[in-house]
């Protein structure tokens, strides 16, 4: 590890407990155990994203709000700092309800806005939280928990989430010969930032090499490449919407790209091919179509 990187988690970790400690705080507030609301802790400004703190970086490529900052500090905060459980139940009146719901975060959270419990909001659109409705009877009364994914983000742990590692292949960039380097040059300078990226389509008989060129367009922009074989796209509505949620999740959070892999496809299933062609339409970020032919 780095002296640069190091540093960064030790900056990271304090800009956290101190944004938990405000949290922890307004709970006190509403518990009646705590003083004075104290003027928030403010992060000390950057020059760019790549020193910023996580939870700032998060907050910035979901749109979250201050309401919505505090509530996913809240639901991180009971599984970081042994008091909040306690704190919960203590302002909520009830010992049995010692876990974070939006019932209480609308009652001891500064800013409290309605909608930001609804379901095209960031919390709950990009699953940043998870509220289980049953387990308090309705939305407002639910437990609510922070996903595990984007609690590891906001300690400074990366890794493709679980759920989408069991379908994709990481790809590692090997040295290309000058023909292979100057068409994964084509392909970085055909995905300018300044808009949608085109899909590229890639043909050859070697995947290894469709897929060695493609990892090394994706390093000209600091992507790192993913494959997907087409015969493992999820078939179902709810389960393409599932994974392209979690997908586009990880293109915000730690910059991916994704290679779909078609070799095995029978060109014949009008389903699978039905299949590649929603997920083309749906995806985000760097997309490369890969085949032995076109």
Known sequence: ????????????????????????????????????????????????????????????????????????????????????????????????????????????????????????????????????????????????????????????????????????????GDQLVASHQSAAREIAEAWTPSGPLPVIQLHGADPATRQGIAAAACAAHGLSLYTLAAEHIPGSAGELDAFLRLWEREVRLSGVAICIETDMVDRNDAKVGAQVSRLLESISGAVVLAGSDR
């Open 1 to 172: 590890m780095s002296g640069a990187q190091s540093q960064w988690i030790e900056d990271n970790q304090r800009a956290l407990t101190a944004a938990i400690a405000e949290v922890h705080g307004a709970l006190q507030r509403a518990s009646g155990t705590g003083g004075p609301q104290p003027d928030p802790v403010r992060e000390p400004a950057d020059e760019g994203t790549a020193s910023a703190p996580a939870l700032r970086i998060l907050c910035e490529v979901f749109g979250l709000s201050n309401f919505e900052r505090a509530i996913l500090l809240m639901c991180a905060g009971i599984e970081l700092d042994g008091q909040f459980a306690a704190l919960c139940a203590a302002a909520q009146g009830d010992a049995a309800r010692a876990y974070p719901t939006f019932g209480l975060a609308l009652a001891a959270l500064p800013d409290p806005h309605w909608s930001a419990l609804t379901p095209l909001a960031p919390l709950r659109r990009w699953r940043l939280i998870e509220c289980d409705a049953q387990s308090g009877g309705s939305l407002v009364t639910g437990r609510l928990r922070v996903d595990e994914r984007i609690l590891h983000f906001l300690t400074g742990i990366q890794y493709l989430d679980e759920r989408l590692a069991g379908l994709l292949e990481p790809v590692s």
